[in-house]
């Protein structure tokens, strides 16, 4: 009988948080298999509040990458204030989008839930 604890992408993540699994390149960027991040969040809002906490994410890994919610593939719909990881106009980075999400009206809105898992996944080749 083994008494071995499963890996920590296995277990769920804490309240008020989703895990997002990284694959391939976006784990070689980012150093990490696996990152929490504060739910709930518009889908619209994932690419904005990984290039605040990664810098250079989106334009190296994420152009090309596929997505996935709870294991199903999902398109991820560029908000159109969509800075890239720049500053807006008030000198606030956009990984801010969290914290506005009950200020959005949440009508045919996306939103990353509690407990969901998100899978960045790079393009792969076969040969």
Do not use: W
């Not at 298999?33 to 504060?38: A, I, K, R």
């Not at 709930?40 to 994420?62: A, K, N, Q």
């Not at 956009?94 to 996306?110: G, L």
Request: proline share 9%; net charge negative.
């Amino acid at each position: 009988m083994s008494t071995a604890r499963p890996p920590a992408a296995a277990a769920a993540p804490p309240p008020g948080h989703f895990r997002i699994l990284y694959f391939a390149t976006a784990s070689s960027y980012t150093k990490k298999q696996s990152d929490l991040f504060t739910a709930p969040l518009p889908l619209s809002h994932l690419f904005d509040v990984l290039e605040g906490r990664y810098p250079g994410i989106r334009r190296r890994v994420l152009s090309s990458c596929a997505v996935t919610l709870n294991l199903e593939y999902t398109d991820v719909e560029m908000r159109d204030d969509a800075h890239g990881g720049h500053d807006d106009d008030d000198g606030h980075r956009p990984e801010r989008a969290a914290a506005t999400v009950a200020a959005q009206d949440t009508k045919d809105v996306v939103l990353i839930q509690e407990g969901d898992e998100v899978a960045i996944i790079p393009p792969v080749s076969s040969g």
